[in-house]
């Protein structure tokens, strides 16, 4: 095994999690533990780290938490990364959040899919983990979720659990057909593959890792597959093939059943893009998934979180026109009266506020200097067919100002 070197070292920073730390001098270290204290776990590996953060809870359920691509790399992101952080505060099932130690190979790595490196097979030690993790706690129910490249681990490794549920969201299937600048920064790092990445399965390859979800390795697999009908690229390209493969095809409802082990819930209100379902829909979702009928009543379930849930845009826009920016929000169902509030970023730091109808071109005053702009819409929600009973709206009437639906543009880049 190799040392672990000054420069890891310095890619990390556990002290910002406030949680308790745990050492493990080797992966076959952390195998033989007979129990799992609360707390971050580091597993010395492969020259790297395997860092995980449990939240130990009294349920025999548990989420496990995968995380999709860096938004960033710059100096002041550290690591380990973890996904799911608000999971604790919503559900009362056990939680644990996985990093991807093949983030530590390059400081230019932002997505490495829990897929490894040569001399690091980590799909197989990954499961090794997992399983280890479940037999300790005696975890009876594992929900596994991932976005984006975090789902693509959700759905590799569920098969390697007992009674696991895998739930990815916009996830990639097939590695080979994504990015090829960003497939084949990863596979010159981790694999020292310099050709085509769309040819990484046919070259001689050490330790390769599997790169495509093929329907024999989930067949046996429990999937609430999330998709984005927004998202164009993941819906013609990853969901529709994933679904034709295992034997179906898609029609137009939110929420379809496909088998007793694969259901699809495809959105149309999440915004234009890679976006993942709101927040809320989320962890209710695999809140519900934790319980013992949790499966079973899915069909009842996932309408009425959807409807809940649902956030009313259905597409913000920021545009750099003239030196200046315009910004345009659209709701699925305009109530007339509705009036928006387009909040304006340069580089996370609000510079600008301004309110406009549906549908309608607001322009911001500001002129655009060097910086990453977005801009966040808001609009207020109505909770009147929500609250049931008096004592809810009287508590609506004291948070009637908090409550809104809320979607963020894509950044524009000016200088």
């Known amino acids: ?82 996904s799911g952080t608000r999971a604790p505060h919503a559900t009362d099932a056990c939680v644990l959040m996985v990093s991807d130690p093949g983030l530590y190979l390059d400081r230019d790595i932002r997505l490495a899919w829990y897929a490894g490196a040569s001399g690091m097979r980590l799909q197989e030690d990954m499961a090794k983990v997992l399983r280890h993790i479940q037999d300790v706690l005696s975890i009876a129910r594992m929900v596994l979720y991932g976005a984006s490249g975090g789902g693509f681990a959700a759905l590799y490794y569920a098969p390697f659990l007992r009674n696991a549920i895998a739930v990815p969201c916009n996830p990639q299937i097939n590695l080979l057909i994504y990015s090829p600048g960003i497939l084949g920064r990863y596979l010159r790092t981790a694999y ?113 979180l959807y409807a809940r849930t649902a956030n009313r845009f259905r597409q913000v826009v920021l545009k750099l026109e003239n030196g200046g920016f315009t910004a345009q929000a659209v709701l699925h169902e305009p109530q007339g009266e509705d009036e928006i509030t387009m909040v304006l970023y340069r580089d996370d730091i609000e510079i600008e506020t301004i309110r406009v109808a549906s549908a309608e071109f607001g322009r911001f005053s500001c ?44 950044v524009v880049v000016v200088g």
Not at 31 to 46: E, F, N, P, V
Not at 198 to 206: C, G, K, L, R, V
Not at 227 to 256: I, K, M, T, W, Y
């Open 367 to 410: 002129a655009a200097d060097n910086g990453r702009y977005r801009v966040t819409a808001r609009a207020a929600r109505d909770h009147s067919t929500e609250e049931k009973t008096w004592g809810d709206r009287l508590l609506s009437l004291f948070r009637t100002r908090n409550v809104f639906d809320e979607m963020r543009s894509r």
């Open 1 to 82: 095994m190799l040392n672990i070197s000054d420069d890891i070292e310095s890619m990390r920073d556990l002290s910002r999690w406030e949680r308790p730390v745990h050492g493990h001098a080797s992966l076959d270290a952390f195998l033989a533990t007979k129990s799992l204290q609360d707390g971050i776990h580091a597993i010395a590996y492969r020259g790297v780290y395997l860092e995980f953060n449990l939240h130990r809870r009294a349920s025999k359920s548990m989420l496990v938490f995968f995380n999709a691509a860096l938004s960033s790399r710059t100096s002041d992101v550290k690591l380990p990364a973890f």
């Open 192 to 304: 020292g593959y310099k050709g085509a990445p769309s040819a990484f399965e046919s070259a001689d390859i050490p330790d390769r890792p599997t790169v495509r979800i093929r329907p024999e390795h989930v067949r046996g697999s429990r999937i609430v597959y999330l998709q984005n009908a927004l998202d164009a690229r993941h819906f013609n390209r990853e969901f529709l093939p994933f679904l034709h493969e295992q034997g179906f095809s898609r029609g137009r409802g939110v929420v379809e059943v496909h088998s007793d082990r694969l259901v699809s819930v495809c959105g149309d209100n999440w915004g234009e893009g890679h976006r993942a379902p709101p927040a809320k829909f989320v962890y209710d979702l695999l809140h519900s998934l934790t319980k013992t009928d949790g499966w079973d009543r899915l069909p009842e379930t996932i309408p009425a």
